[in-house]
Antibody, heavy 118, light 110 residues
Framework: EVQLLESGGGLVQPGGSLRLSCVAS????????MSWVRQAPGKGLEWVSV???????FYADSVKGRSSISRDNSKNTLFLQLDNLRAEDTATYYC????????????WGQGTMVIVSS | QSVLTQPPSVSAAPGEKVTISCSGS????????ISWYQQFPGTAPKLLIY???NRPSGVPDRFSASKSGSSATLGIAGLQTGDEADYYC???????????FGGGTVLTVL
């Protein structure tokens, strides 16, 4: 079964950091464009970041300079490092395969919740 | 503010057809493939349409989509109460080098 499993969310104070993980099974992370998408409570989906098969990385303006997407091919895992967290970063974070690509995001994780609050 | 614009809500009666529009520009929908997603509360999005008008296996043919220029449309025929969900369009924006989702459309089946 093809599956993505996120972890690493939690409660963090403003200005803090978190590293989200997304472990893939049944698909190879390095062979796919992998994205992070977030959804604030009661709000719509917001694209956050993508790492391409070539390793190129792109970020939404809302997180640029405060986040870093990466992957560990040996662990078949995608990461999102979030630094200098703000209240507006509070959201459920999903990892997904090729969510804005030609093949569409047919594989998504279940999401991990990040709450930024003092 | 998303670069893709969707109506906040649409509604129709069971059995009817509804369309959801997604308006963009030449740097996103006009140049790249668009995807459509369905999301129920508390769950991850589900891919409905990829590459503008293609349905993944398992998605009923009641769901269809088209693209023309910088706009796209999702159609849902034979509406069922189980179709009540949020629907999102998504595309890459080549000018901004970012992915983008529309603001989402809430479908109500009256």
């Amino acid at each position: 079964e093809v599956q993505l499993l996120e972890s690493g969310g939690g409660l963090v104070q403003p200005g803090g950091s978190l590293r989200l993980s997304c472990v893939a099974s049944g698909l190879t992370v390095r062979d796919n464009a992998m994205s992070w998408v977030r959804q604030a409570p009661g709000k719509g989906l917001e694209w956050v970041s993508v790492i391409t098969t070539r390793g190129d990385t792109f970020y939404a303006d809302s997180v640029k300079g405060r986040s870093s997407i990466s992957r560990d091919n040996s662990k078949n895992t995608l990461f999102l490092q979030l630094d200098n967290l703000r209240a507006e970063d509070t959201a459920t974070y999903y990892c997904g395969k090729d969510v804005t690509g030609i093949a569409g995001g047919d594989i998504w994780g279940q999401g991990t919740m990040v709450i930024v609050s003092s | 503010q998303s670069v893709l614009t969707q109506p906040p809500s649409v509604s129709a009666a069971p059995g009817e057809k509804v369309t959801i529009s997604c308006s963009g520009s030449s740097s996103n929908i006009g140049k790249y493939s668009i995807s459509w997603y369905q999301q129920f509360p508390g769950t991850a999005p589900k891919l409905l349409i990829y590459d503008n008008d293609n349905r993944p296996s398992g998605v009923p043919d009641r769901f269809s989509a088209s693209k023309s220029g910088s706009s796209a449309t999702l159609g849902i025929a034979g509406l069922q109460t189980g179709d009540e969900a949020d629907y999102y369009c998504a595309a890459w924006d080549g000018r901004l080098s970012v992915g983008s989702f529309g603001g989402g459309t809430v479908l109500t089946v009256l």
